[in-house]
């Protein structure tokens, strides 16, 4: 895209006066000046043309620059604006040596100097364009969170949330306008919270509960899944995750969905962690959907049967192949979509599929393991051990 140096500059509550120098003069020097209606408000007129950002703003932003190429562009941006801010989506559009960022303090930084939090060591969760259960997997007692909000509607949602999951004795503090004139800092537990709030907002969590801690290590529970039966129970589970090896930032197809465990414990091993669930049944597909927001994951679902679903999908990190395996062509598309040094696994129950596995481990090597799981029963007055059926597993890196 042929623009020259954007300037990108965060600009606080304070507005004008809490600018620096450089910041002012990068303002002042603009030909172009970029950012919402809010943001502008903030600086004074300097003779500049004013563009407020349009709605949705990604798809109308490559335009805008292209139209004032060969001008002085300055876009304002809400404190840092590389942190979850306009100035990371310029330089992944422009490239670094086409941004210059001048960072304000963020919202985070000044929300822990108000608490007097270590900044290193809280756990920031963004609900700006976030559904608010994607909190669930950050809700551990004892932990910190600063809680990015969309606006004024988001602290009274989170403090729901943290009722029903038993949460409702935290320290929740509001704070409104950070920096600004209009100031404001409210603490209370989530469920006394009742109060109206400025759409500038970040919320402070301190988790307090004595509900079951819901780990984010592989091997839930099986009865926080909704299920018609068609679950990998957890201790197969959690071998099997250990095999497809989550990393951040990583993407799985999990074909087969089911009831979701394999692609929702992926994707609450870390908050860059995504998973894309493939069911061919509705009424399935449905019930994993409902199992994602209940605990808080980053996963879609593809209503299909694979592999003709799988066409078109983004390439994934790693694939499971929980249902399905013996559809024709369903290995060969599996590879051919993984990237170089994925991770397939798939899983094996009835001797139609592990005859098939059999036969890929012969042509492809890999390692296969079979896991047989006895749990303790009552038989009669006393105990005894009841096997599931067994699982083959088979897993390869390409």
């Not at 563009?51 to 932003?61: C, D």
């Not at 300055?74 to 590389?82: E, H, N, Q, R």
């Not at 503090?173 to 404001?184: F, I, K, N, S, Y």
Request: charged share 20%; with cysteine; net charge negative.
């Amino acid at each position: 895209m042929p623009v020259e140096l954007v300037t990108v500059v965060g600009v606080g509550a304070d507005g004008w006066d809490g600018l620096s120098p450089a910041a002012r003069a990068a303002v002042e020097a603009a030909e172009v000046l970029m950012g919402s209606t809010r943001q502008l408000a903030l600086v004074p007129s300097v003779g500049a043309v004013r563009v407020a950002w349009p709605s949705p703003l990604s798809e109308a932003l490559p335009g805008l620059l292209s139209q004032h190429s060969g001008r002085q562009i300055c876009v304002l941006a809400s404190g840092d604006p590389t942190f979850h801010g306009i100035g990371t989506t310029l330089v992944r559009m422009l490239g670094a040596d086409a941004v210059k960022v001048i960072p304000h303090p963020s919202s985070v930084s000044l929300a822990c100097a108000r608490l007097g939090w270590p900044q290193d060591q809280v756990q920031v969760v963004s609900l700006v364009s976030n559904p608010v259960e994607r909190l669930h997997p950050h809700l551990q007692p004892g932990r910190r969170l600063i809680i990015l909000s969309r606006g004024s509607q988001t602290p009274a949602e989170v403090a729901e949330l943290l009722v029903a999951r038993g949460y409702g004795s935290s320290s929740f503090t509001v704070l409104e306008q950070l920096g600004g004139p209009a100031e404001r800092v409210r603490t209370a537990q989530p469920a006394d919270w009742s109060h109206d709030v400025d759409a500038l907002n970040v919320i402070g969590l301190l988790c307090q509960t004595d509900a079951p801690v819901m780990s984010t290590v592989p091997g839930l529970p099986d009865d926080l899944y909704e299920n018609d039966g068609q679950l990998t129970k957890r201790e197969v589970r959690a071998v099997t995750l250990s095999r497809l090896a989550p990393a951040p930032g990583h993407l799985l197809w999990d074909i087969g969905g089911g009831a979701g465990s394999i692609a929702i414990e992926w994707s609450r091993h870390h908050p860059s962690c995504r998973a894309i669930a493939i069911e061919r049944d509705p009424d399935r597909a449905k019930r994993l959907e409902r199992n994602v927001s209940n605990l808080g994951a980053a996963v879609t679902t593809v209503l299909g049967s694979a592999p003709a679903a799988l066409a078109g999908l983004e390439s994934p990190d790693a694939i499971f192949i929980g249902g399905g395996a013996t559809a024709a062509g369903m290995f060969d598309a599996c590879w051919d979509a993984l990237k170089p040094g994925g991770r397939l696994v798939a899983n094996g129950v009835t001797l139609e599929t592990e005859s098939l596995i059999a036969q890929w481990y012969k042509a492809r090597g890999g390692d296969l393991v079979r896991l047989e799981v006895q749990r303790a029963s009552a038989v009669g007055t006393m105990t005894g051990w009841r096997p599931a059926m067994p699982v083959t597993i088979w897993s390869l890196t390409k």
